[in-house]
């Protein structure tokens, strides 16, 4: 049964490079990189009650705030964020050594309304879906690795719980105009 979901906090986080990555080793190797980032991210998500959506090639889906305080997931889906990063930084060295290439990831975040429910048959998935998603997505694609990018929303719920944030100005994204975007930075 499908259910609408207000102010969800949605965030992508994906692989720059991923293809060029991809490309230069075994797809064992690649699965192998993918699972040893992703455990370690559903172990965050889970720390932070933050429901895993999916993981799509190289990215990780994830939202809040289904069912729950929006102002509080926001929070947590932020310092899920941070948590992915130091994660990514703690091991780079680990993957630089034994791939000879590691992961850098960017992430996007945005609120707002999304629906939520399961899908198919056969192997069904609870998905989430909404406008709110595809703008997290391209929250995500105007980030840069190793960045945490938030809309002028989600900043807005919470922006007295963080020390430091950059406001990146008004970013196009397509079939949306300008959205305010900012990047936080670590204390």
């Given at each position: 049964?499908?259910?609408?979901?207000?102010?969800?906090?949605?965030m992508?986080?994906d692989?720059?490079?991923f293809?060029?990555?991809?490309?230069s080793?075994?797809?064992?190797?690649v699965l192998?990189?993918l699972d040893?980032?992703?455990?370690?991210?559903d172990?965050?998500?889970?720390?932070?009650?933050i429901e895993?959506?999916?993981?799509?090639?190289d990215?990780?889906?994830?939202?809040?705030g289904?069912?729950?305080?929006?102002?509080k997931?926001?929070y947590?889906?932020?310092?899920a964020?941070?948590?992915?990063?130091?994660?990514n930084?703690?091991i780079e060295?680990?993957m630089?050594?034994k791939?000879n290439?590691?992961?850098?990831?960017r992430i996007?975040?945005?609120?707002?309304?999304?629906?939520?429910?399961?899908?198919?048959?056969k192997k069904?998935a609870?998905?989430?879906?909404g406008d709110?998603?595809?703008?997290?997505?391209?929250?995500?694609?105007?980030s840069?690795?190793?960045?945490?990018?938030?809309?002028?929303g989600?900043?807005?719920?919470?922006?007295?719980?963080?020390?430091n944030?950059i406001?990146?100005?008004?970013?196009?994204v397509n079939?949306?105009?300008?959205?305010?975007?900012?990047?936080?930075?670590?204390?």
């Amino acid at each position: 049964m499908p259910k609408n979901q207000a102010e969800a906090t949605i965030m992508f986080c994906d692989v720059k490079n991923f293809r060029h990555i991809a490309e230069s080793l075994k797809p064992s190797e690649v699965l192998e990189m993918l699972d040893r980032y992703f455990k370690q991210f559903d172990i965050i998500t889970e720390k932070y009650e933050i429901e895993k959506i999916k993981t799509i090639g190289d990215a990780y889906m994830c939202v809040g705030g289904l069912n729950k305080d929006s102002q509080k997931s926001a929070y947590e889906i932020i310092q899920a964020a941070a948590e992915f990063l130091e994660f990514n930084e703690s091991i780079e060295q680990e993957m630089l050594q034994k791939f000879n290439q590691a992961f850098y990831f960017r992430i996007g975040i945005y609120t707002g309304n999304v629906v939520s429910g399961l899908v198919g048959l056969k192997k069904y998935a609870y998905d989430i879906w909404g406008d709110a998603v595809n703008i997290a997505a391209r929250m995500e694609q105007n980030s840069v690795p190793g960045k945490i990018n938030i809309s002028g929303g989600t900043y807005e719920i919470v922006k007295n719980q963080f020390p430091n944030f950059i406001y990146r100005g008004k970013i196009p994204v397509n079939n949306r105009g300008e959205i305010d975007m900012y990047f936080i930075e670590k204390d």
